[in-house]
């Protein structure tokens, strides 16, 4: 900063000034306080060599102009993406003028605050300097928000659905017989240590009880457990789950889990008068009547299900759908995925009972089940369909 005793207006407080910008020497100033007040406006256009300027500026020169920052970064930065609504933006943007125009802390120090991930620790101490009377209404909301700065806080959202869950697994606790007496993590704990029978069918309810109409999703190991990879549609799915929600209206957890455990859940279905409406689901019996020997050709159909959901490529299918569908076949994830769609095909057409297909797959006839149903016309498709299809099947009797 260099001083003159020429006389111009500071360009701050329009007082007299006598001391000018030593950078582009076009702007002056009564005193370093008013260059130091000015700075967040003024660096804009003095910044001649075009350095990336800081995110503290652009947040301090929207708060001075009392208008929400434009520059993308600064939103991120200091929390206008996470505020959700124009009215959390606006006690966002009073709570950060309240820092620089009445507590006079520097963009600089803003800046610090952030990079050293104490933003909304600092901005609390710094009001906390204040009278409770004088702190305004911005901090207020702030202290009712703090999630906007601290990723770690939950939103108001997911506070809701914590609280949620946290009632939901009180409610089902107490419905599986456990004591009321316990905390939420307790309970977490204990029903990580159930029987492995029992804590499928906990996960199974855990919807049930949050009024929720979800039925479990194709990852789950429950979507099969329970049957809903012998659906044929999400209507199928839904049916199946409304008989479970009723079902349990109807019997106790542990005479669920028992039914479970010794694959008579048809049979209890059927007792409390559902058997006509699970009896229109094709191939439930298949399912809920063998206990632990599941047929592959269920896990290829979860694979399927997946894997044609958006970032669910890496779902890793079971050894035996590797083996038994000629996914060990593959040479790259194109053959893969063209393999998943063409299995998706065959079991999607009303008149393909995946069970043929299994069966077909035991015999090593894949390739002849298939071009039932897909018309391979090109020798060259038909040929890399035929190596794609092969397994190890039938296998050769033991001597």
């Not at 406006?41 to 990336?52: S, Y």
């Not at 977490?188 to 979800?214: G, N, T, V, W």
């Amino acid at each position: 900063m260099s001083t003159t005793r020429s006389e111009h207006i500071c360009d701050n407080c329009e007082e007299p000034a006598t001391r000018r910008c030593a950078g582009c020497r076009k702007v002056w100033y009564c005193s370093k306080k008013c260059q130091e007040e000015f700075w967040p406006l003024h660096v804009f256009a003095c910044n001649l060599n075009g350095k990336p300027i800081r995110t503290c500026y652009h947040l301090a020169k929207a708060a001075r102009r009392d208008e929400f920052p434009e520059d993308p970064q600064t939103l991120e930065d200091y929390g206008f993406n996470r505020a959700f609504s124009n009215t959390n933006r606006s006690n966002l943007l009073g709570l950060y003028q309240g820092l620089f125009n009445h507590l006079r802390v520097s963009p600089r120090d803003v800046h610090n605050w952030r990079l050293k991930g104490r933003l909304g620790t600092e901005i609390k101490a710094a009001f906390g300097q204040l009278p409770i009377q004088s702190r305004g209404q911005y901090y207020a909301w702030f202290i009712q928000n703090q999630y906007i700065l601290d990723e770690s806080t939950p939103t108001p959202v997911e506070r809701q659905l914590l609280t949620q869950i946290e009632e939901t697994t009180l409610r089902l606790w107490k419905f599986t017989g456990g004591s009321e007496s316990l905390s939420p993590q307790q309970i977490q704990e204990r029903i990580a240590k159930m029987p492995s029978a029992r804590r499928s069918c906990y996960h199974l309810l855990l919807p049930l009880f949050m009024d929720s109409m979800s039925h479990p999703h194709p990852s789950m190991d429950c979507w099969i457990e329970f049957g809903f990879c012998a659906c044929k549609s999400q209507r199928q799915e839904s049916t199946l789950y409304s008989i479970y929600r009723e079902l349990l209206n109807k019997c106790s957890f542990d005479e669920f889990v028992t039914a479970f455990q010794s694959c008579t859940l048809l049979h209890l279905m059927d007792s409390k008068g559902f058997g006509q409406r699970r009896r229109t689901i094709k191939n439930l019996d298949e399912v809920l009547g063998t206990g632990s020997i599941i047929k592959s050709v269920w896990h290829l159909k979860q694979l399927f299900e997946v894997v044609s959901e958006e970032g669910a490529d890496d779902f890793d299918p079971h050894p035996a759908v590797r083996v038994n569908y000629g996914f060990l076949n593959c040479r790259n994830d194109s053959e893969f995925k063209d393999l998943v769609a063409l299995y998706k095909q065959v079991l999607d057409m009303e008149r393909v009972d995946p069970i043929t297909l299994h069966e077909a797959a035991m015999k090593g006839k894949l390739f002849e089940f298939i071009s039932q149903f897909v018309e391979l016309k090109r020798k060259s498709v038909r040929k890399s369909v035929a190596r794609l299809l092969e397994n190890p099947y039938p296998l050769a009797p033991l001597p």
